[in-house]
């Protein structure tokens, strides 16, 4: 019985094994950090092109998992679309700040931050979307003035 017993622990051990060796296999994750890409975070400058440069070469990524990283520091925004299909799962991880110019109308179709087309997307990090809406009400006149700005969303996910 021991024996037996015995047995079926070193199967189950090779199963492991094996089964672990199969998941890592042509499964590499790669980070794609803003900063390599000349973002500044200086919470002046504008990194659009920054983070969309590395979210282009992160959507296609195709020997893995990639994550576009926004490390921390406050990183000045324009309206941006990251747009898809990506080759394989990607992560947004915001780590810093993400801030918004002081006034936006009329953006990117009403939005701030657009992720479309995308599959196997994550958005994470604990990090900070700020829209600076206390700098952008005082251009909000709608109480006065039907043909006033709408201002944009701060994130969205379409399609």
């Not at 919470?43 to 926004?70: H, P, Y």
């Not at 657009?114 to 251009?139: C, E, K, M």
Request: with cysteine; net charge neutral; charged share 15%.
């Amino acid at each position: 019985m021991g024996f037996m017993i015995f047995c079926s622990r070193v199967l189950f051990l090779m199963f492991l094994l094996v089964w672990c060796m199969e998941e890592a296999e042509g499964d590499e994750s790669k980070t794609f950090n803003v900063m390599e890409y000349g973002a500044v975070a200086d919470g002046k400058t504008d990194n659009s092109q920054a983070l969309l440069k590395a979210w282009s070469e992160g959507c296609q990524w195709s020997n893995g998992k990639a994550r576009v990283l926004i490390p921390t520091g406050s990183y000045m925004l324009n309206s941006v679309q990251f747009s898809g299909p990506c080759k394989a799962p990607i992560a947004f991880v915001i780590k810093g700040t993400l801030k918004a110019p002081t006034y936006l109308p009329n953006s990117n179709n009403g939005n701030w931050i657009n992720f479309r087309y995308i599959d196997q997307l994550t958005v994470s990090g604990g990090g900070i979307l700020d829209g600076q809406g206390h700098s952008a009400w005082p251009h909000n006149d709608c109480s006065k003035n039907s043909n006033c700005p709408i201002f944009p969303i701060v994130s969205s996910f379409s399609f």
